[in-house]
């Protein structure tokens, strides 16, 4: 008897010991921290996959407990496939859900031999559809998709359902697209989604609830800034300051900034502030460093409210250099320089070559018959340089040279003939008048005549143009006629000096300036002219 008493002892200890470990095992829970509770809700005759929620289970130990409503007893989950309840590598698998499915199930990732986080997951298993199977409805203005509540992140297949009936024409993807949705859009959208396990098909559904919304009859928010695709100027490295100010007629209404349609965040040194003032909004976008990369991106400020999206857009633009607009603008002087510089230097050449070509043949005859009349006057000190000045270098350029008529006392006057008469009839007949000066002449003679009646043509009649031409240095014309002292006034003269015997000097292209373009019919005389006086370099 004592034996017998002493075995039954030994057993209820045993199973005392027993049913304390398994207490002990399944309430160490209180040791794990609780980080999630959620519930599900599925139908009877469908299967559920069940990951650990932990992103890092697979590496990780994660097993699985639940508390079954029917029992109340807590049980430990197995890892036999042949059972309809069981899980493998951390993910847990509900076949062909019953009634009695229905309780709490619980992940319990082991982070250490000792310390654990749990996942709890109270599932509901209904025998027929209710509305309480709903997924969070989509009440939308103009919904563009609705995506499937059930197998995210699971290689599955999926169909879609409207009020229980199959859409056709779908694309079997896990959110559904809608097409220019209305009132007739509304209604109970379910998704199967089939997968497999150990080679048996399985499905699970999941439904949702589309409710259109009229469109707010209340005017939309606008934009006070910025301006839609403007540019603001800034530099690499610099802090920028963005502001968006909104006028809202809404109350529930968000403005935020994204870049490349991507939310910017603070540890990357972007700040976003709104501020609310008198029924605006300001949403400011402070930007610590401006980098290369901002740049080259978008930057929208968006305007959220519970009928549509709208925004604006502001694109970042390095501040130009202005060391190209500065170069460019001293070669653009410099350039300018020089080609002043040559203009001015040939201008001269190139108006006697265009006087050449546009005026000589279309000039019609006046009348005249010489192209200048030469007056001068020499004492014993200048008599050599003006005779060598009129009879060499004058009469060779103009005359053989460029072929211009000249009349000269002493070489086309006849003996006998009436000074006076003589001296205005050739004035008359003349273009030009060429006074010669010379240092020291207190007048032009012989004879003086022809210069006052010169002076007389030029200055009273407006008649003839006069050509001052001085031969060496002269401090002053105080020594000269008044009136020709009013000619030198007025334009300077063409100051002479040895050396510039030669057509192409720039004295005689001054010279040829002047004067005017000789006649057609004494061009017949230049027929032993040389041909460089026919045509002198411009």
């Known amino acids: 008897m004592r ?14 010991t027993e049913s304390v470990l398994a207490s002990y095992q399944f309430n160490s829970t209180v040791e794990c921290k609780t980080v999630n509770k959620g519930t599900m809700k599925v139908r009877a005759g469908e299967s559920l996959y069940f990951p650990c929620p932990n992103t890092d289970s697979y590496n990780s130990s994660c ?25 493998h590598q951390s993910r847990l698998y509900i076949l062909w859900l019953t009634l009695n499915d229905t309780g709490r199930y619980i992940g319990r990732w082991w982070k250490e031999k000792d310390k654990c986080v749990e996942y709890e997951t109270d599932i509901v298993v209904y025998e027929e559809f209710h509305t309480d199977l709903l997924y969070l409805s989509v009440p939308e203005v103009k919904p563009s998709v609705i995506a499937c509540p059930v197998c995210e992140k699971q290689q599955a297949t999926f169909i879609w359902y409207k009020n229980f009936a199959l859409i056709p024409n779908q694309e079997f993807k896990n959110v559904l697209r809608i097409h220019d949705s209305s009132k007739e859009s509304e209604g109970i959208y379910t998704c199967v989604c089939t997968w497999e396990h150990n080679g048996l098909k399985h499905n699970t559904s999941g439904s949702r609830r589309l409710t259109i919304i009229d469109p707010s009859p209340s005017n939309p928010p606008q934009f006070q800034l910025p301006i839609n695709n403007s540019i603001v100027i800034t530099d690499v490295g ?33 700040k976003q502030e709104n501020r609310f003032r008198d029924g605006n909004v300001q949403s400011i976008l402070s930007i610590t460093k401006v980098s ?43 350039l300018v320089l020089v080609l002043s510089g040559i203009v001015k230097w040939f201008s001269l050449d190139l108006v006697l070559f265009l006087r050449e070509i546009f005026i000589k043949f279309n000039r019609k005859e006046d009348g005249k018959l010489y192209d200048a009349y030469v007056i001068y006057n020499s004492d014993e000190t200048t008599s050599k340089t003006v005779s060598d000045f009129v009879n060499g270098s004058l009469l060779t350029v103009l005359e053989s040279y460029c072929g211009f008529k000249l009349f000269i006392h002493g070489r086309d006057d006849l003996p006998g003939e009436d000074c006076m008469n003589l001296v205005e009839t050739k004035i008359q007949l003349s273009r030009r008048l060429i006074i010669i000066l010379t240092p020291g002449s207190s007048s032009i003679s012989p004879p003086a005549y022809d210069l006052q009646v010169g002076l007389h043509q030029a200055l009273v009649q407006g008649e003839t143009g006069v050509i001052l031409i001085q031969l060496g240095q002269m401090q002053d014309y105080t020594h000269l006629p008044l009136g020709l002292q009013h000619l030198l006034c007025k334009n300077n003269p063409l100051l002479w000096r040895d050396g510039q015997s030669s057509p192409n000097s720039r004295f005689w292209k001054r010279v040829r300036y002047r004067m005017p373009v000789a006649s057609s019919h004494q061009r017949r005389s230049l027929k032993k002219i040389p041909q460089e006086c026919q045509s002198l370099p411009v």
């Open 3 to 16: 034996l017998k008493g002493t075995m039954r002892m030994m057993m209820m200890i045993l199973l005392l």
């Open 63 to 87: 097993d699985w407990w639940r508390t079954l409503i029917s029992t109340k007893q807590d049980e430990q989950i197995g890892t036999d496939e042949n059972k309809h309840v069981h899980y």
């Open 238 to 270: 610099t802090e920028l300051i963005l502001v968006c100010s909104v006028v809202f007629v809404c109350d529930d209404c968000h403005v935020y900034w994204v870049r490349n349609e991507t939310t910017l965040d603070e540890e990357d040194g972007y």
């Open 292 to 334: 290369e990369l901002d740049l080259r991106s978008e930057f929208c400020c968006i305007i959220e409210d519970d009928y549509e999206e709208i925004f604006v857009s502001v694109t970042l633009k390095s501040r130009a250099s202005m060391l190209p607009v500065i170069l460019a603008c001293v070669c653009t002087f410099l």
